[in-house]
C-alpha cells in the first residue's frame, strides 16, 4: 500500500504537463477514480462490482469507472497528471506527491486511520531503547519511515541513533526471516506475518498515534468545483457501502468475504485487519474525527515530517510552503498556496441525508 522512495520525483518530473491538464478542467460526464488492494480501500472494488457506485453515477447522470492499479505510488502519479479525477491514498502522501507538485486536491473522503495496522517489530528485545545503533528495515520516506521516527521519540531517541535500511514492502517478510535483519517497521498483512517469527515483538503501532496515517479519496479540486454531481456521487456510494460492510447481516458477511478473497485472504482475514484500522462507518464519524483539535495536530506532524525529509519539493524553505485547509477554516501553511483541502461539505450533505 504505502510503497514510496521515488514518489517526489517522479510526479515532479510530470509537473510541467501537468498544470495546464488540471487548469482546463470543466463540467463533463464521464469520471475516473484509481483505487489499489488494502483494506481501508477495498470498499470501491464493492462498490463497483455490486453496482452501488453504478446507481448512484446513475441518479446524478454521470458515468464514474473505478479502476484497480496493481502500484500503489503510480496510482498517485497518474492521479497527479490528470489521468484520473480521483485516488485512494494516505495523507502524507496526497501532501508529498500531488500537492508538492502543484496540484490542488480535495479531500472527498476520510475514510478511516490506522490504529494498530502499521507497526514496528524487533527480534529478541521488547525494549526500544536497545536500538540505538541498530539498523531498521523499512520502506524509506513512507508512513512506516514516519511511524519509525514516532517510535524512537517515544523512548527519546531520534533517527540519528539508528540506520534505515530502504527496504521494498514485497522482501520485508523474508529479510525479517534472515539473521541479519533485526528491526523492520511495515503494515498489515505483512505485519501480522512478521510478528509470527519466533522471538519476534512487535514494539510498536500506529493505535499509538491515532489520527496521524489517515487514508482518503482524493479529488481534483478544480474537478470537483465544476462538478458537484462527481462528488455526491461517490460519497453517496462510498456510505452506502461503508453500511453494509459495518451490517451484522448476511449481505455484510457476504460483501466482507468477497473482499477478504479480492485482497488475498478470507473473511475472517479481513475482519482481522478492518479491527487494525479506525473505519469511519458513518460520515457523522468522519467528520467528527477530521473537525477535531487531533486530526489537525496529526496533519501538521505530517507536514513537518514531509519537510524535514525533503518532500515538499525543492522550493520549500519551511514546513510552511505548501498550504492545507483544514475544516472550520483552519490553515496550516501558507494560505496563498493552498494545494491541500479537507473539504466536509459533501461528507456533511452526507451526514444531513441531503444527498
Known sequence: MYSLKTLFCAASLALASLLPAAAQAEQKQQFNLAWTIYAGWMP???ADDSGIMKKWADKYGIEVKITQ?????ESINQFTTGQFDAVV???MDAL?????????STALIVGDYSNGNDGMVMKDSADLKTLKGQRV???ELSVSHYLLAHALASVGLSERDVQVVNTSDADIVAAFATADVRNVVTWNP???EVAKTPGAHRVFDSSSIPGHIKDLT???????ADNPAFGKAVVGAWYEVMGILASDSREGAQARAALGQASGTDQAGYEAQLGGMKMFWKPADSLAFIESTEALAAMDSVRQFSFVHGLLGEGAANA?????AMPNGKLLGDGKNIKLRFDTTYMQMAADGKL
Request: aromatic fraction near 10%; avoid cysteine.
Open 44 to 46: 470501491w472494488k464493492y
Open 69 to 73: 492499479i496493481n502500484d500503489y505510488v
Open 89 to 91: 491514498l494516505t495523507s
Open 96 to 104: 508529498s506527491i500531488p500537492a508538492a507538485s502543484g496540484v490542488d
Open 137 to 139: 528495515n523499512l520502506v
Open 190 to 192: 505483512l505485519l501480522d
Open 218 to 224: 482524493l479529488a481534483n479540486s478544480k474537478t470537483l
Open 320 to 324: 510552511d510552503f505548501i498550504g492545507i
